[in-house]
Structure formats: structure tokens, C-alpha cells
């Protein structure tokens, strides 16, 4: 250690030198416990470039240090030094997003995912929310993890929808007022269809070429229930056994996300239980969210010596489903769709899991279809998980942002892998004036393969305003 | 800190208080903290106080309040400098213009783009290449690092061989001067009568004010750009061939070199699939009309077989263009992957030294232990050895301080500078009474002194000692060569 804890920052004009960070423990009184702190060998990987600044949304937005990853990680530095926590410190740490374009642009490979979630573990741990912060979150996290609370939700928005009494409301402004982060969480629910329960085993068409499990997921089984149908079809189609083991639950991804660790164990241990009995080769996800956080099981249950090696395991058979489908090549005839599409790159699928080529892939070999791209594709749309609900402010700028570039590109159906996305495209679209088809890269190859005309599609997900 | 200093930047934080909103005004020490350094890591310093403004005005009104209670500031853009330009000051503001990022006017018609000091190198190109136009000077940093930043230390990059620094594409600039008054200089006529005010504030590295706008010059995007890869056994070889080149009356747009320690590095972080085993490698690009790159191609390809390549890979659509330059670009940062700790270091020498020059850095290397990883802009003579240690190792520090020393004077020994292109900043100030005399010092203390007499400036940087103007300069008795002879006095 150059002393930096000791010597005060201001001891001479030129400052101090030495290495920017040669930490050992978290030293006491800091921000950081010693259960997890942010990794200090992680923090000095990064040699302070800013390679990463541009490509930082809340930097884009605010062009401030703190709210770039570099600045965040600076934070953490300071922490583990012995600043304390503070009201400051964690409104930059909750400001990002967790899109991970950073661990994209950074030449030096610094594990910022990794780094964020030890640090946001420590958040919830150790920092005092305010009672509304703690209301809101409380409620988030009693209804997103519960597929089955989130399905009784849809009874009543239905209703809503149906009656337009929740474009009445919105007019009213009743809920911006009361809380712009209910609003927010109004605004975003998508327009719902039938429920679409799946049979617990789906025998592949023809030849057997793999035997998958699925995830039905939270938010995609209640209110996206299209597209796990969808991707279940596909698979069928191009040779895989399905299996969908009920009681599944939810994978913890949103949790991991907001620091709330011992819930996302929690659901972890219950997903890897549930697949391990399925027995299968692989477990497929759609929702580019869930399949990050999966894929990183054995970090998420290292210190559990009943699950660790379980969850490493499973989490080297979790695949995104353009991976998996990708990898086994197309059998399936695919029928022509003549439609322009806009492939939107969700971030947990680009920059948290490198999937960028394979959706592609998919797309531009359906016959007829047009592919084009969005301008800053490396740009969160500002959904990130429940981000848009805490923080609906910087979320409704960067969904414009994104909106407008989709808009701009004339295609006519937008693509992408990430329920949260499709919600917060669809309601930034909705708000641009310019509305359009959404679906999810497995409807359009289901359509496709199914031999569905395009329009279909353009009617299909589509925003509730 | 004084209490004179404490309460001269109370002064200016309720200043900049009637300003700026809240946020954009840092005053507690977690947020300062994040801003005490810049891409040089192991020179750090609290600021006192952070603004962010967003305008000119308030920019300059900030300054003025600097000046008024005679408060340091130093400036920022996106703090990606590798001298440590941007070392805030303990008792001083920090200004960071990473807010003041409005790309004002792009115009065809005379090739000028006008521009705020915080916008990103490589979007001003992006605003330009739909009209058929590029910003010429492209630092490795260019996707990140800001145009007044690079005004500020006269940037150069990876095509300043064929197309200059910095100071060859700016027209004009807004100052404002450390008096805190928003002043013009260089406009639009193509050379103003007078001093050469521009020239003088351009690689000034923030000692003479700070810019707020900036007319850029465009340049015309080529009919036609060939980039090959050639591997090489040795770095001799490849300097040969780069002496080669240029003597044979082909100028590239660009003739890069990285060492095989380089390699690996860039191979780690980017996987640019570089020739394996090369000792060498030398990224050349051709541009202009089709052709006259054809010819020279032809020409380029001779030359490098003639002098050991082994392979030599023509970039075939701009994807593999991207990866062979992002293999280069990304080169300092992914040293990060191969060694805990690194200096990039920055000097020049005449481009038919190299190879003399690269045999006495890789003694160095052996007789010390320290490894050395060399990256450099060949065609200009332009070196960046990155200097690895382990700042776990006790020693290990000051050994690589010493070697990355050692280096800048080899360069000035062979006729060379110490810098050529990220300035000198604090980290090279104490090397420059090794390249200038005392009166060259002094002279440019004059100058400085002209635009800044309080020496508030980024005081601190650039010279050796710091001093006031009213001091008589220099160490030696007696009044200045120049004021003896009535020539100059001291302001």
C-alpha cells in the first residue's frame, strides 16, 4: 500500500505516486465488509484508459466521472480504502445500469459485471435505503420473482387494457404524481394475449438431435407468453426433445442484479435442482437476462459445498436459444417473409454473454427478410432489468434515444431476445409516435417456419398505448 | 490548505453554485476522489472543487472567479492523458468540459466542422464521413479522448506521418484566457496577420487558458485505403524496411510498429490474429487515389519481401481493416492483460536511429530485468515502449522509473525529444532542463507569463519549477539575457 489511507490526498502539490491499487482487505470503517467486498485484484485491472466512457449510457446522458464505470470502479477503490458508504457513493453504484458495455469496450478485461454485483450485494447489505426506496423495492421483489403472482396480475390488466381505462389513467397523471416509478411500471406492461401453457414434454419432429430443457421464466411466461410457445415450436421443429419441468420458478437473475444475494441463491438452487432431475443436455433460455445470470452459477453458489459443483455443471449447459439453434443448423424449410427488420442487440445477450452474430445469423436466413442495423447498437435501451422502474427518469431519455434510432432505420418489424427490452422498446416507440411490429428472434423463425404470413408478425407484440 | 486558499474556493464554488445546477458542482471527497487522476494513474491529487459547465459563458465566468481569488484550475476533458496534463490541483478547480460536447456545425462546402471541447475525437469523423469527410488526427485514444484535450497537448496518432498533429488541423479557436475573458483566435481567412496566437495555445497542455470552441480543419476522405499486415523475424528488419519505404518517395498515411511482446498483448485483449511468431509486425496504410495506392502498394510489397517479411496480409473489407488497427489501437490498454503495471512512455528520434535506438532499449531491458514492449509510430520516428512491472514487487516501481527514464535520454542523445506526442505534463517536466537550456526555459516562461501572469493556469506543469512571473527567471544572478539587452521585461 503508497500510504494512500494514511497520507492525506492533499500532502504536496504534485499528489502521491505509486500503483493505483494495491489493496489488501477492506480497511475497517470503509464501505465494505469482508463477506465478497468488489474484488480488489478485479479493481486493479483496470489501468484507467476510459476506454469505456463513451459507451457508458448514464456517461452518455450526464458526462460525469462517477457515472462511468471507470468512475464507479474509482468508487469501489475509495471504499475498500476506507471511505465510507455513503448516500453518494450508492446513488452512482444504482445509477448504472448493468448493460456491460463496458466489459465490451474495455481492452484491459476488467470484470465490471462481477464487480458491480459484489458491490450492489454489499449495497443492500450494509447501506440504509430510505422507507420508500425500501417500499418500492419490497413490492418489486414480492411480484417480478413469482411467475405465479405476476400470471394473477394479468386478470386485472387485462381488464384494464380492454376497458382503455389505463390509457385513461395515464392521461390523468394521477400516477406520475403519486410516484413516477408506478407509473413507470404502468407504462411498461405490455398488451397482453392468451396464456399459453406448455406440456412438460415436447418430442422433437422427426429425427431426435438434442434432448434441451427450457426455461419458462417470470416476466416472459406471464406476459410474453408467445414467444416461450414460440421457441418450444422452433426447437420441436429443428430436431430437439423439450422439456419443461414445472415448478421451476425463477432463476434469480433480478435479484443478482439489485444485490439482493441470498433470494438469488435461493432461486438458484431450485432451478438447478428442477434441471438436474430433467436430465438434459442442454438448458435453453430466451431471455437474454436470465441466461447471464445462469451462466454464471458457480460464482453465484461458490461458497455452498452442496451446490457448487452442481451449479457449475448445469451453468456450462445454459445457452442462449439463437446459440443453440445456431449451433445445430437449420433442418426446418423456412418460408419466405418479406419483411424489414431491425435487430436490436439486448445487452445481457451482446455484451454480458458475446451473442451478437448468431440472431443475426438466424434472421438473414429466413428468405425474403431484410435485415438492418440500429445506429449506436452498443447503447442499453434503458430497460435493465427493473432499472426502468427505479430510476424512470435516465430510463425514458435512453429509451428515446433508442426509439428514435430504431424509428430511423424504416424497417418495419423490430427484433430482439429480452422480454425487458420488448417492454421498454414498445412503450418508447409508442411515445415516438411511430409505431411498429416487435417480436422476439424465435417468433419470427416460428413464422417462418410455420410458413405464417409477415403480417402476423407486424401485429404482434405490440405496445399498449 | 490555507484558510486564504480555503476561503478563495469557497468563493468560487458559490460562484459556480449561481451557475450550475447542484450535481454539476463537486465539492464532497468521494465524487472529488474519482477525478484525481487522469490516464497517468500514479500521479494523483484531490481536487478542491469539480465544475462541469456546459457553456462557454459559464466557463468563463468560472475562470474569472478563479482569477478574481486567485484560485489554480486545471482543465479536463475525458481525463484519457498520458502526462498527467490533467493532475488537478489540491488547492485548485478541476474544470471538466465533458458536458460542453455540442458538435456546433459541419460544413462541406469550406471543410470545417465547429466544435465544443468535449466532443470525442472519432464523432467528429462520424459527423463528417456521410459528407464524404474525416478529422485527420487520430490518437489511439480517439474514441474516448476529447478535441480540447487534444488541442491542449497537439495530438498526433497513427496518421499524423502523412497528415500532421493537431496544430495542422485547427483554424480557429475560443479561449478563455486565464483572466477568465472569452477571446478568438485564428478564424477564418486561412493565415491571420500577427503573432501566430493559435499556434502558441496549441499543445500548450492548458497553461494558457482553456478552449471552449474549435473550427477544425476536414479532410477529404480517400477514394481508396489499402492496409496490409506484414510480419517480420525482427524489429531490425522491420525498421529497415520502414527506412526502406519512405526513401523509396512513398508516404503512407500510416507505417506502425509493434514488438513481439506488443503482440501478445494486443493478441490477448482483442485476438487481432497478428502473424504468428513474428518478432515483428508493421501495419502500413495507403490512401488516396486509386491509382497511385495501386502503384504504391506494389512498391510497399516489394520493399517488405526485399527486407524479411514472411507474411504480408492485405485487409480485404473494412471488418478485417478494423481488426488489424484495433489490434494497434488497443495496444497500451492491453498491456493491462500481460503485466499488473505498466509506463507508457512517449519520445522521439530521427526514424533512421530505430534500429540503434531499439538495440540499446532491449540492453536496457536485459542489463535491468525490466521487460519492455515496444509500440510505435514508425514512420515518424515516433516511439512507445510500455515499460511493465509489479507494483506488488518492492523496487520494482522505481527499476521500471529508471529504464523508462533511461529511454527518453537515448532519444535525446540521438538527436531526438522527449515527447512526441502526449506532452510532458508533470510526468516529463523534470526532463526538460535535459533537452533545453536555461534561456530556452526562460523564453518559454516569457511567453507563458504573457498570457498568464498569476500563474494560475495548470501551474505546475510543463516546467521544471514552477514560478510566478514576477520572479526573475531562471536560477542564474543578474537580469534575463533578453532584458539586459532590452529586448524583453519581466512582467
Known amino acids: 500500500m503508497d ?9 504536496g502539490h504534485l499528489g502521491e505516486t505509486g500503483s493505483i491499487v494495491d489493496l489488501g482487505l477492506p480497511a475497517p470503517g470503509g464501505a465494505f465488509d469482508e463477506h465478497h467486498p468488489p474484488d480488489a485484484a478485479l479493481i486493479g485491472d483496470c489501468v484507467h484508459c476510459g476506454f469505456c466512457l463513451p459507451t457508458c449510457p448514464t456517461y452518455v446522458l450526464w458526462g460525469e466521472e462517477m457515472d462511468s464505470p471507470r468512475g464507479r470502479i474509482y468508487l469501489m477503490k475509495e471504499g475498500l480504502e476506507g471511505e465510507p458508504l455513503s448516500d453518494a457513493m450508492v446513488s452512482h ?10 466489459v465490451t469496450a474495455c481492452p484491459s478485461g476488467v470484470q465490471y459485471d462481477t464487480l458491480i454485483e459484489q458491490t450492489r450485494a454489499q449495497v ?31 386478470g386485472p390488466l387485462r381488464g384494464l387494457q380492454r376497458t382503455g381505462l389505463d390509457r385513461a389513467l395515464r392521461r390523468t397523471g394521477l400516477l406520475e404524481r403519486l410516484s413516477p416509478q408506478l407509473a413507470a411500471m404502468e407504462s411498461l406492461a405490455p398488451r397482453l394475449g392468451r396464456p399459453m401453457p406448455l406440456p412438460e414434454h415436447i418430442r422433437a419432429s422427426g429425427e431426435r438431435r438434442a434432448v434441451v430443457g427450457m426455461l419458462t421464466g417470470c416476466v416472459q411466461g406471464a406476459f410474453f407468453p408467445g414467444v416461450n410457445a414460440a421457441t418450444a415450436r422452433v426447437l420441436q421443429a429443428e430436431g430437439c426433445d423439450v422439456f419443461v419441468p414445472p415448478g421451476q420458478g425463477c432463476c434469480g437473475a433480478l435479484s443478482v442484479h439489485n444485490g439482493r444475494e441470498a433470494e438469488a441463491q435461493r432461486y438458484a438452487r431450485r432451478i438447478v435442482d428442477t434441471f438436474e432431475a430433467a436430465g438434459v443436455e442442454r438448458l435453453v433460455v430466451n431471455a437474454a437476462g436470465c441466461g447471464s445470470t445462469m451462466k454464471d452459477y458457480a460464482r453465484l453458489l461458490a461458497d455452498d459445498p452442496a451446490y457448487a459443483d452442481r451449479a457449475r455443471t448445469l451453468a456450462e449447459k445454459v445457452r442462449d436459444v439463437a446459440e443453440v439453434l445456431d449451433e445445430l443448423g437449420p433442418v426446418a424449410v423456412r418460408h419466405p417473409l418479406e419483411v424489414s427488420v431491425a435487430y436490436h442487440d439486448a445487452c445481457h445477450l451482446a455484451h454480458a454473454q458475446g451473442v451478437r452474430a448468431q440472431p443475426r445469423r438466424l434472421l438473414a436466413g429466413i428468405p425474403g427478410l431484410e435485415l438492418r442495423e440500429i445506429a449506436e447498437p452498443e447503447l442499453c435501451c434503458g430497460s435493465a432489468g427493473i432499472y426502468n422502474i427505479l430510476n424512470p427518469e435516465p430510463a425514458r431519455e435512453l429509451g428515446d434515444r433508442k426509439a428514435a434510432n430504431i424509428v430511423a432505420t424504416g424497417a418495419e418489424l423490430l427484433v430482439t431476445a429480452n422480454p425487458g427490452c420488448l417492454m421498454q422498446v414498445a412503450s418508447a416507440i409508442a411515445r415516438s409516435g411511430r409505431p411498429m411490429g416487435m417480436a422476439h428472434t424465435v417468433e419470427v423463425l416460428d413464422a417462418s417456419i410455420r410458413g405464417v404470413p409477415a403480417d402476423s408478425l407486424r401485429e404482434g407484440t405490440r405496445p399498449s398505448a | 490548505m490555507t484558510s486564504t486558499d480555503r476561503a478563495g474556493i469557497a468563493a468560487v464554488a458559490r460562484r459556480a453554485a449561481e451557475l450550475l445546477p447542484d450535481a454539476d458542482v463537486i465539492t464532497d471527497r468521494a465524487r472529488l476522489r474519482t477525478y484525481e487522476c487522469d490516464g497517468l494513474t500514479h500521479y494523483r491529487v484531490t481536487p478542491a472543487l469539480v465544475v462541469v459547465p456546459e457553456t462557454a459563458t459559464q466557463l468563463a465566468a468560472i475562470v474569472a472567479a478563479c482569477a478574481e481569488h486567485g484560485v489554480p484550475f486545471v482543465a479536463r476533458g475525458s481525463g484519457t492523458g498520458l502526462s498527467g496534463g490533467a493532475l488537478p490541483h489540491a488547492d485548485g478547480v478541476l474544470v471538466v468540459t465533458s458536458r460542453m460536447r455540442a458538435i456546433r456545425e459541419v460544413r462541406r462546402e469550406d471543410q470545417r466542422a465547429v466544435v465544443e471541447p468535449g466532443v470525442i475525437n472519432l464523432d467528429v469523423t462520424r459527423a463528417a464521413t456521410p459528407l464524404g469527410y474525416y478529422y485527420a488526427p487520430d490518437p489511439s485514444s480517439q474514441q474516448v479522448c476529447s478535441i480540447g484535450g487534444n488541442l491542449a497537448e497537439n495530438s498526433g496518432g497513427a496518421h499524423c506521418l502523412k497528415y500532421g498533429f493537431t496544430a495542422n488541423h485547427v483554424l480557429a479557436a475560443d479561449l478563455v484566457t486565464p483572466d477568465g475573458d472569452l477571446v478568438t483566435l485564428g478564424g477564418a481567412a486561412p493565415d491571420s496577420p500577427g503573432y501566430d496566437l493559435l499556434g502558441a495555445v496549441i499543445g500548450s497542455e492548458g497553461t494558457l487558458g482553456i478552449a471552449t470552441s474549435v473550427t477544425l480543419r476536414l479532410t477529404r476522405l480517400p477514394e481508396e485505403v489499402r492496409t496490409v499486415l506484414v510480419g517480420f523475424e525482427s524489429t531490425d528488419q522491420a525498421g529497415a524496411a520502414t527506412s526502406a519505404i519512405i526513401a523509396a518517395g512513398v508516404l503512407p498515411a500510416a507505417i506502425e510498429m509493434m514488438d513481439a511482446l506488443a503482440i501478445e498483448a494486443a493478441e490477448a485483449a ?6 504468428a511468431g513474428a518478432g515483428a509486425v508493421l501495419v502500413i496504410e495507403l490512401d488516396g487515389a486509386a491509382d497511385e495506392v495501386a502503384q504504391e502498394y506494389d512498391e510497399v510489397e516489394r520493399l517488405c519481401r526485399d527486407h524479411g517479411a514472411f507474411e504480408q496480409r492485405l485487409a480485404t473489407d473494412p471488418a478485417d481493416r478494423a481488426l488489424i488497427w484495433k489490434g494497434r489501437k488497443s495496444a497500451f490498454a492491453a498491456v493491462g492483460r500481460i503485466s499488473p503495471d505498466y509506463i507508457v512512455q512517449d519520445g522521439v ?13 532491449a540492453e536496457l531491458s536485459s542489463s535491468s530485468g525490466v521487460r519492455v514492449a515496444n509500440v510505435f509510430h514508425a514512420g515518424d ?10 507494483d506488488a514487487v518492492e523496487g520494482a516501481g522505481a527499476a521500471a522509473e529508471e529504464v523508462s527514464g533511461a529511454i527518453l535520454d537515448l532519444c535525446i542523445q540521438h538527436g531526438g ?8 505534463g508533470v510526468d516529463k517536466s523534470a526532463y526538460m532542463p ?58
Open chain 1, 3 to 11: 500510504g494512500h489511507t494514511d497520507t492525506p490526498a492533499y500532502d
Open chain 1, 93 to 102: 453504484w444504482d445509477a448504472c445500469l448493468g448493460c456491460m458495455s463496458c
Open chain 1, 124 to 154: 443492500e447489505r450494509r447501506h440504509h435505503r430510505s422507507a420508500a426506496d425500501r417500499a418500492l423495492r419490497g413490492l418489486i421483489f414480492s411480484i417480478f420473482p413469482h411467475p405465479r403472482r405476476l400470471r394473477l396480475l394479468r
Open chain 2, 270 to 275: 482483442v485476438q487481432c490474429n497478428y502473424p
Open chain 2, 349 to 361: 528520434i530521427p526514424r533512421t536511429a530505430l534500429p540503434e535506438v531499439l538495440h540499446a532499449i
Open chain 2, 381 to 390: 520516428g515516433n516511439l512507445h515502449p510500455l515499460v511493465l512491472f509489479d
Open chain 2, 417 to 424: 525529444s522527449i515527447t512526441g506526442e502526449h506532452g510532458v
Open chain 2, 434 to 491: 535535459r533537452m533545453y537550456s536555461e534561456e530556452d526555459l526562460d523564453t518559454m516562461q516569457l511567453v507563458r507569463c504573457a498570457f498568464d501572469p498569476h500563474g494560475i493556469s495548470n501551474p505546475g506543469k510543463v516546467f521544471p519549477t514552477p514560478r510566478l512571473c514576477g520572479e526573475v527567471p531562471g536560477r542564474h544572478k543578474g537580469p534575463h539575457p533578453l532584458q539586459e539587452a532590452g529586448l524583453a521585461e519581466v512582467f
